[in-house]
């Protein structure tokens, strides 16, 4: 193998050529304690950046083995391992010429510990990165000098501060590991329990803000406790047992005033279903992995849906057993992805009414009485919960604070005041006895689960002009796929730009199943799934890229959903 000295010299000899010179630096190169990969060159100093790989052997990394001795433990300590570089390369980014030179592009992950391409650690303690590096130009001529610095000393540095252990604090390396194997554990402890999510006593849960997912600080957190009738205590296997609060199968309200705590608790189990990073103040909050938040879109494209369970008899005699609509209203939205979350597997659905349409959710006794039920297509949801629970053995938790009619419908209420929740479960029945709604219920036909639908070969086509896969992520709402334009701004258990990525690659894969003939959603999403776990992230995108990051599969289902192109035979 060429050694980095060759490459240093090969990159001097360029300097003052047409920036496609470059291309000569293409391929492995030993830098002795690590070895580093030159994938891809881009083509001009204003494209994407030059994707490289360092591979570092495990006797370099020198990571102790608790940190990879089984693939969660690994994920955690990757995951730190890329948050490290993601520093380490931003201090060290800068402008070396025009357009992207000297830039260096980490896909540094946030809070969540997802898998991710950025950086793996693998069973041997091995480490692998991947990120992008602008290659140095004047105008589009090559410079050499600033090219041998970028790549025999600035890209040893990054691995010296970032990919071996010595220069982390030791018990903070083994702390990345024990966390999510942790939360892992407590995850798969729910079921046994009866529980759909569990809140760990001393959780903090609030956010710095609207746009700032790490935790809020200071002395103004109310650190979450448990009420003594929900706390229950789960094993982890290492930090040993862990009291908090188990949130019981069935339907869950959870009351309380405005400003008091209530979106916030909802949020940290949405985000429950992915581990987080120590320190984070979630790290033991977790639910159900096929926990979906629902909420009112209006706007979004519905393809034949069967909402008929919530939705029937609209205006003009449309059908909804297979609703189809480029322009759903607050409630049609708010039904289809409710069904669409139930055929793509969802166990648990969270609904806040700060995010859900008023008349999806409830009808009461005067609204009964002024418009009979004939002129009514919607069968509000507080008629259909327990039915999701009983016959579908879906749960819910509901986040509300202005209608009282829900009380009737609950197995457990929670009350938040002053970011402390207590059970008032009994007196909600109390209540609900006192001052009874004199409502009507409205169910109509038993729920039954979604029939599957069958999607046509030309529902989906990654291309776009010469490109045979185009997968772009402008930003956290926003899939370009071929040439649709996907809003994914109201799914909000995406986490991250990787996932929507990642997801975007796994469409193009979508459309390839799809050319041997019709599948059904859940085909798809189960042959994606399968792909995944056979072969990681990899099997998605073949050019080894680092910005990709792991999804379930009811956001590729929630993606896959908005595409208005999608026909179903
Ligand atoms: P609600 O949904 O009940 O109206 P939110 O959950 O939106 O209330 O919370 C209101 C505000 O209180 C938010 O700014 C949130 O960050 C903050 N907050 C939530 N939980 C806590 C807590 N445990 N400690 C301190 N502040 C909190
Ligand atoms: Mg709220």
Do not use: C
């Not at 803000?209 to 809020?216: A, Q």
């Not at 809003?487 to 730009?497: K, N, P, T």
């Amino acid at each position: 193998m060429k050694t980095a000295t060759d490459l240093a010299e090969r990159a001097r000899a360029l300097d003052g050529r047409g920036y496609n010179a470059y291309k000569a630096l293409r391929g492995a190169w030993d830098f002795e304690t690590f070895v580093l990969h030159v994938d891809h060159v881009q083509g001009d100093p204003f494209a994407a950046p030059t994707r490289v790989r360092v591979v570092v052997p495990s006797d370099t990394a020198g990571l102790p083995e608790a940190s990879f001795r089984s693939p969660i433990r690994a994920l955690g300590t990757a995951a730190f391992l890329a948050r490290a570089l993601g520093r380490s390369a931003r201090e060290r980014s800068g402008t070396a010429g025009s357009g992207r030179s000297g830039q260096i592009e980490v896909e540094t992950p946030g809070q969540e510990v997802l898998a991710q391409t950025a950086v793996q650690v693998d069973e041997a303690g091995g480490v692998e990165a991947r990120f992008g590096i602008g290659l140095p130009a004047r105008g589009r001529r090559v410079l050499g000098a600033e090219a041998v610095k970028l790549l025999t000393t600035t890209v040893p540095a990054l691995v010296r501060t970032a990919l071996v252990a010595s220069t982390h604090d030791p018990d903070d390396i083994e702390r990345q590991a024990e966390v999510n194997e942790d939360a892992e554990h407590l995850r798969a402890a729910l079921g046994d329990h009866g529980l759909v999510a569990f809140i760990a006593d001393g959780a903090s849960l609030p956010r710095k803000s609207g746009v700032d997912d790490r935790p809020l600080e200071g002395e103004a957190v109310v650190a979450f406790r448990a009420p003594p009738s929900l706390r229950v205590t789960l094993e982890a296997p290492n930090a040993g047992p862990i009291t908090g609060m188990g949130v019981p199968e069935g339907v869950t309200l959870v009351v309380g005033g405005g400003f008091h705590g209530k979106s916030t608790l909802l949020r940290a189990i949405e985000t429950g279903v992915y581990n987080h990073r120590p320190g984070d103040g979630r790290e033991y909050v977790v639910a159900n992995l096929d926990t979906v938040k629902v909420r009112a879109e209006d706007g979004r494209a519905v393809t034949r849906v069967d909402i008929s369970g919530f939705i029937d008899g609209l205006p003009l005699g449309r059908d909804t057993h297979a609703f189809s609509t480029p322009n759903a209203s607050g409630s049609t939205s708010q039904a289809a992805t409710i069904v669409e979350a139930l055929e793509a597997g969802a166990r648990v659905l969270l609904v806040d009414e700060d995010t859900s349409a008023t008349n999806f959710m409830i009808r009461d006794r005067r609204m009964q009485a002024l418009v009979p039920k004939e002129a009514e297509p919607i069968t509000p949801f507080v008629d259909r919960v327990r039915d999701l629970h009983r016959a579908l053995e879906v749960s819910t938790v509901l986040v509300l604070g202005g209608s009282g009619d829900y009380l009737d419908v609950a197995d457990t209420v929670v009350a938040m005041r002053g970011y402390e929740p207590s059970d008032v479960t009994t007196a909600a029945v109390d209540v609900a006895a006192a001052h009874p709604t004199s409502r009507t219920p409205e169910s109509g036909a038993p729920l039954r689960p979604p029939e599957p639908r069958v999607l046509d070969r030309a529902s989906l086509d990654p291309r776009r002009r010469r490109r045979d896969v185009h997968v772009k992520v402008p930003d956290l709402r926003t899939l370009l796929f071929g040439r649709e334009t996907v809003d994914l701004g109201a799914v909000e258990q995406i986490v991250s730009r990787a996932q929507i990525r990642a997801i975007g690659q796994a469409l193009a894969m979508s459309a390839h199943f799809l050319e041997s003939g019709p599948r059904t959603v859940t085909e798809i999403l189960d042959a994606v799934d399968a792909m995944v776990a056979a072969d990681g992230l990899d099997a998605l995108d073949g050019r080894l890229p680092g910005d990709l990051a792991a999804f379930r599969r009811h956001e590729l289902a929630a993606a896959l959903n908005r595409i208005r192109s999608l026909r179903v035979v």
